[in-house]
């Protein structure tokens, strides 16, 4: 188990909510930060704050030193096999938006099929259908066991020789299943297809290596991983990228421009148009210097632990439903307690101190799968301890004896 002194080194948490010491569930939705990762942006801001690329002041070049050996640390991270394969996003929704909208409106056309899985977040869901709209290509879905997990022998019926994308989440963020990608990327490839990963929920709690997985693309979000929101990362094989049209027009991402036509940068920048987000690929450079130094095997272990705890300890309460697989899952559960709606279950929870999620977490096709119209989540990280899955408990009861379920 990771130490106690970790918590120490996440300021937020070290409040009281309503009286009661902050017990924050809710990483799944965004991680909370580290002092180091405060301190770098900060210190961007108070002594480096220029503009990129562009300036030969000082200022200038201490920024653009900063901005591009964030960029160099993200690359090391996952294993590219090249910085140009990294392309700095808004986070998540907007890599799978680029992806979608440059790639797979270009290459798709009628009576080819994307295939998805029914646990996609809206952000690897929306953008397929849109560009099924526009080309005429197929939606098809693999289908889901009864806990969520997908059988390979129903990836292989699935995908075939139509198949141009296969866009598929690495942990899906309502059941913790974790997906076999680096088998379904060999599926896919075999059959022609490219693939995309939805890797915002794994990127913060394991390591991923983009060579070994073999993706097409893949996609994450800084503010997941104990950086700064509004910072995420496109990667891409750099052959696809150098054939893609960016889809942003404007400064930086341009080489030569006169009043009839304009040519593009090499990459990665001809897809970041603009003022770049500076501070934020300097802080999320801080948090993988955080997350190296923790170590993500020791993340991963520790998060095991909790989410074992935490399943122990919460199947023993009554009335208390508990959705997707019991075993090799990530760090998170999603539940319901009766009848009694998500959103009340999370206020009394919350006012007891204990933050959870509620909602249909941006996956209405899911829920409709799981027959519920809303779940509560409760999601951890690195900084969690088995007195959180405690706290936990404990709430959950007194939510049980507030609205009237005898205790169990």
């Not at 991270?77 to 394969?85: G, M, V």
């Not at 919350?350 to 909602?359: K, S, Y």
């Amino acid at each position: 188990m990771i130490t106690s002194q970790i918590r120490e080194l996440f300021p937020i948490l070290h409040q009281d909510i309503n009286g009661h010491p902050l017990v924050y569930l809710d990483s799944a939705a965004t991680s909370q930060k580290p002092i180091s990762v405060i301190e770098a942006v900060k210190r961007y801001y108070e002594l480096d704050n220029a503009n990129v690329h562009r300036g030969v002041h000082t200022l200038g070049s201490r920024a653009t030193d900063a901005y591009e050996g964030a960029r160099e640390k993200v690359a090391r991270f996952i294993n590219a096999k090249s910085t140009e394969e990294i392309i700095f996003t808004r986070g998540t929704t907007t890599a799978i938006n680029i992806v979608a909208s440059s790639y797979a409106r270009a290459v798709c056309k009628e009576g080819d099929e994307i295939v998805l899985t029914a646990m996609e977040h809206h952000s690897n869901l929306i953008p397929w259908q849109q560009v099924a709209k526009a080309t005429g290509a197929t939606l098809k879905y693999i289908p889901m066991q009864s806990d969520g997990n997908v059988l390979i022998e129903d990836v292989e019926k699935t995908i075939t020789a139509n198949t141009k994308i296969v866009a598929i989440t690495y942990v899906s963020n309502v059941l913790g299943v974790v997906n076999p990608i680096k088998q379904i990327a060999e599926i896919a490839h075999r059959n022609g297809a490219k693939i995309l990963v939805d890797g915002a929920q794994s990127t913060p709690h394991m390591k991923v290596d983009m060579q070994d997985l073999d993706c097409d693309f893949y996609a994450f979000s800084g503010h997941k991983m104990c950086g700064p929101t509004g910072i995420g990362v496109l990667y891409g094989k750099k052959a696809l990228l150098n054939n893609m049209e960016p889809i942003e027009f404007g400064g930086e991402m341009i080489d030569h421009v006169d009043l009839e036509n304009s040519t593009w940068k090499e990459l990665p920048w001809k897809f970041e148009g603009g003022t770049p987000i500076i501070a934020g690929a300097v802080g999320l450079g801080a948090a993988i210097d955080f997350l190296l130094d923790v170590g993500l095997d020791n993340i991963e272990q520790h998060e095991k632990q909790i989410v074992s705890y935490a399943m122990n300890k919460l199947t023993t309460i009554e009335d208390l439903s508990v959705y997707g697989p019991t075993s090799n899952r990530s760090g998170l559960i999603t539940f319901n307690l009766g009848d009694v709606h998500p959103h009340d279950l999370a206020t009394v929870l919350d006012a007891e101190g204990v933050a959870v999620r509620a909602g249909h977490h941006c996956c209405q096709p899911l829920m409709r799968w799981l027959n519920v119209s809303s779940t509560a989540r409760a999601s951890f990280y690195l900084y969690n301890t088995e007195e959180d899955v405690d706290r936990l408990a404990l709430a959950l009861l007194k939510t049980k004896e507030y609205f009237g379920y005898a205790i169990r």
